[in-house]
């Protein structure tokens, strides 16, 4: 088992910056892939970022320039580094962990991201 616990979110102004943290527990040698992904109330799930054990990454076109992921293999925590924010960023974010045959699906709790004046 994985257990996945985001922490950093919280109120933040347009334009400014914050950091999530994602840390995994458990069979941690078994995650290939982490990534981050956002449901705004009344919208879909949608992925931001994703990054492999070997440094493959993906964004969204939407966060694209400004939102970093990264990723530490020995701590077995992803980061997600979210600058020059904006209102439309708001959401509820979720850590995502899958082994590489994707036999498997973990999901953290979420963390509230809210940027506004």
């Known amino acids: 088992q994985v257990q996945l616990v985001e922490s950093g979110g919280g109120l933040v102004q347009p334009g400014g910056s914050l950091r999530l943290s994602c840390g995994a527990s458990?069979?941690?040698?078994?995650?290939?892939?982490m990534g981050w992904y956002r449901q705004a109330p009344g919208n879909e799930r949608e992925r931001v970022a994703s990054?492999?054990?070997?440094?493959?990454?993906t964004y969204a076109d939407s966060v694209k320039g400004r939102f970093t992921i990264s990723r530490d293999n020995d701590k077995s925590t992803v980061y997600l580094q979210m600058n020059s924010l904006r209102p439309e960023d708001t959401a509820v974010y979720y850590c995502r962990g899958r082994p590489a045959d994707r036999s498997q699906d973990y999901w953290g709790q979420g963390t509230q991201v809210t940027v506004s004046s």
């Open positions: 458990g069979s941690v040698r078994s995650i290939y892939t």
């Open positions: 990054i492999t054990v070997s440094g493959i990454i």
